[in-house]
Structure formats: structure tokens, C-alpha cells
């Protein structure tokens, strides 16, 4: 069976994909069709949290399998109830809906912003990244992903990151929420500074908008905190959630403020497959794990050491915990030489990688990828 041939006869040819069959993952590794191993420092793009084939992810998730999988939210199921009440303590927000994706997340978010605020208008930032359905794409900046689809939903403007005139130019009493990634992730991971997120919760206070935080790539640890809104000490309107909640199984939740949750009314939003009980187990067991083996502090140590390292052959690095871009020019060419060389990595731009791996990455797996980066810098230089 050629698996490359297969491809273009029968899938919508969406994906710019790199010539490699994965057959099976463990830990950090993940082995191809011929039994080759490749250190994976991109984790499903930042969604296999605590690694490949975890043990107690998987018996958690194979019991909830033998018992139940779905009857939609027509009724009740236990690991919905039990899956909000562990999120209210990590998170700090107060009730939740839970979806399929962030995609899925952010529209609900911006839904909820409509009709609390009773107006129209969102507010986004430049090199935002928000999905891909009408929605989250209409609050995405970067117009190869927006104009083949437009006219999109409106009105909706974009402010430059950190520039708090800018901010105050377009935000105003028309505004449902402006919407932001504390950590924009496809953009080539740029932290926002901590003045300006300051600025927006300011800038609420007088519009009286709602603020979403698009936590989907950031949160669950990521960041080496729960969430990327504990290192700017804040309490948003709404947070999306996705991608890392469920360690790889398809999972989204948006989690709001009580005064935001009591203006919503029954059947204004719904999933037929969010919040079943499979995947909220999946997300119940990602969370153990995250907790028993101290993951958020791994990712903050081993993410502080990866830069260090990374900086010694980078003059751009940054991030937080092991949410981390560099600036290398030819990054494409990297990418594809490191998965020749047993590391599988991403690139966000020619010039820009992004290293998301899973949150168990240790020091010695760090000194891998950069006696590899190395390597190849040697080579192509």
C-alpha cells in the first residue's frame, strides 16, 4: 500500500504533509511504519501533553470505553459534572460548555459575546490565530487564511500587539469583546506584554465590553502554568480551551464568569458530541497526570533550559515553559532535514521555528535536538 499515492486519490487535498507514516508513540517518541524513532517536539501541535501512549491515560480511558461513550446532552453522564468542578479549581472560572475543538470554542465564545453584550462588533489583534470555521476565522489576521472565504462575519478590527493607542483607537462602546492569545502561538509564539493586557482590562472598565482569552495553545501547562492568564495575574470574561485538554483526544471547552453565564438562555448554543463522556474522561486523566507528575513545573524548568540552549545558536528566543519560537532563517529546510535526522519539529514561517513539545521533555532530550540543530546549521551554512 503506498499511503502517499492513497492520499491524492481519496482526501481533499488540504494538507501540506511531510513524507512519514507514524504507526506508534511512547513518552517523547513517536516510530514510523519501518520502525524508525523520532524525538517529537511538536506533540500534535501542542496537544499530547503528557506524551504518547501514557498508561494512566489509557486505562482511564479504555474503562470509560467498555462502559460508555456517548448519549448526547440530552442527559446527564457523571464525567461531564466531575470534569467542570476539576476545572473550576484550575482555572478559576465559574460554569463551562464543552465542545469538540478550539475552533469550535472560540465560536461559542464569540457567540456568548454577542448576546451578553447585545452588540456586534469584535475586536482582535494582528497575527492572531483563532480557527478556521466562519467565526474563528473572521477574528484570524492573516489574510491567506481569511480572503478566499470573505465576506465574513463583521464588523470586526485588529489591533497592533502591545500598542496600547492603537487599542484605544478601536475599541469603544460598540465592542462585544476583544478577543486575544496571551501567547500568539501561529504567529511564531509571541508573549504580549504585561502593560498591555493591563490596558485592555482598563480599557473594559470604561466600554464595558467582554474579555475572551484564547487559551487553546496555551493552556493545561503549556506555559509552565496552568494557564497562560496566571502569569499576567487576570480573570477574563471568557476562556477558550482545547488541543492539550484531552492530551490528543479531540476535546474543547469554553469556561466563562458567573455574571456572563447568567445571561445566557436554554438552546441559544449546544454540541451534539461535546462534553461525552469518553472525552471527558481523556481530559479528567490528562489533568492527573499534569497534577501527580508536577508537569507544570517540568515544563517551566526544562522550557527555561531549551531557550538557554536554543540561544546559543539563535539571536531571537522566546516563549513560555515549553511554548517556545526561534528565528532560523531556511526553517522549512530545518524541518525537513531534523525529520531526517530523527527530530520532528515545526516551522511557523522561512523563518521561524516553534517547539511544542510534550510536557514530560527532559534536558537530555533538549541536548538531542540541539546537537541535531547544530548539524544541520553546519550543513546548510
Known amino acids: 500500500m503506498d499511503i502517499f499515492e492513497l492520499e491524492k486519490e481519496y482526501l481533499i487535498p488540504f494538507y501540506r504533509r511531510q513524507r512519514v507514516v507514524f504507526v506508534r508513540g511512547e513518552g517523547c517518541w513517536l516510530y514510523d511504519e519501518n520502525g524508525n524513532r523520532y524525538l517529537d517536539l511538536v506533540a500534535g501541535i501542542a496537544c499530547v501533553s503528557i506524551g ?22 440530552l442527559f446527564y453522564t457523571v464525567p461531564q459534572i466531575e470534569l467542570a468542578i476539576r476545572l473550576r479549581e484550575i482555572t478559576g ?9 478550539g475552533t469550535e470554542a472560540v465560536e461559542c465564545a ?16 494582528k497575527n492572531s490565530f483563532h480557527g478556521r470555521t466562519m467565526g474563528s476565522l473572521s477574528v484570524t489576521w492573516k489574510e491567506k487564511f481569511r480572503k478566499p ?22 475599541v469603544d462602546d ?4 476583544v478577543i486575544i492569545e496571551p501567547v500568539q502561538g501561529e504567529a511564531g509564539v509571541y508573549p504580549l506584554d504585561e502593560g498591555f493586557i493591563k490596558a485592555v482590562f482598563e480599557e473594559r472598565y470604561e466600554h464595558d465590553f467582554l474579555i475572551v482569552f484564547d487559551e487553546v495553545q496555551t493552556g493545561f ?21 482545547a488541543k492539550a485538554m484531552g492530551s490528543g483526544f479531540p476535546i474543547g471547552c469554553v469556561g466563562v464568569k458567573n455574571e456572563v453565564a447568567e445571561k445566557v438562555e436554554v438552546a441559544e448554543h449546544a454540541s451534539t458530541f461535546g462534553g461525552n463522556p469518553l472525552a471527558c474522561v481523556a481530559s479528567l486523566a490528562t489533568i492527573d497526570v499534569i497534577e501527580n507528575e508536577n508537569l507544570i513545573e517540568n515544563s517551566d ?5 531549551f531557550m538557554e540552549r536554543l540561544r546559543e545558536i539563535s539571536d531571537d528566543v522566546r516563549g513560555l515553559g515549553l511554548m517556545i519560537g526561534a528565528s532560523f532563517e531556511n526553517a522549512f529546510e530545518i524541518v ?6 530523527g527530530v520532528v519539529m515545526n516551522a511557523t514561517s522561512e523563518n521561524n521555528l516553534r517547539f511544542v513539545p510534550p510536557l514530560i521533555l527532559n534536558e537530555k532530550h533538549v541536548d538531542l535536538a540541539i546537537d541535531v540543530l547544530n548539524s544541520i546549521l553546519k550543513e546548510i551554512n
Open 149 to 170: 472565504f470573505e465576506p465574513l462575519v463583521y464588523p470586526v478590527d485588529f489591533v497592533e500587539p502591545n500598542n496600547i493607542d492603537d487599542l484605544e483607537k478601536k
Open 221 to 241: 501547562g503549556r506555559t509552565g502554568k496552568w494557564f497562560a492568564k496566571d502569569h499576567y495575574r487576570v480573570k477574563p470574561d471568557i476562556m477558550t480551551m
Open 336 to 341: 525537513n532535514k531534523a525529520l531526517k535526522r
Open 301 to 305: 524548568r526544562v522550557g527555561r533550559y
Open 93 to 101: 472560572m465559574d460554569k463551562f460548555f464543552f465542545c469538540n475543538s
Open 174 to 177: 460598540d465592542t462585544a469583546c
Open 110 to 125: 464569540l457567540k456568548i459575546s454577542r448576546k451578553v453584550t447585545g452588540r456586534k462588533k469584535f475586536v482582535a489583534l
Open 52 to 73: 504518547h501512549s501514557h498508561p494512566h491515560f489509557i486505562k482511564r480511558v479504555e474503562e470509560q470505553l467498555r462502559k460508555l461513550l456517548h448519549v448526547s446532552n
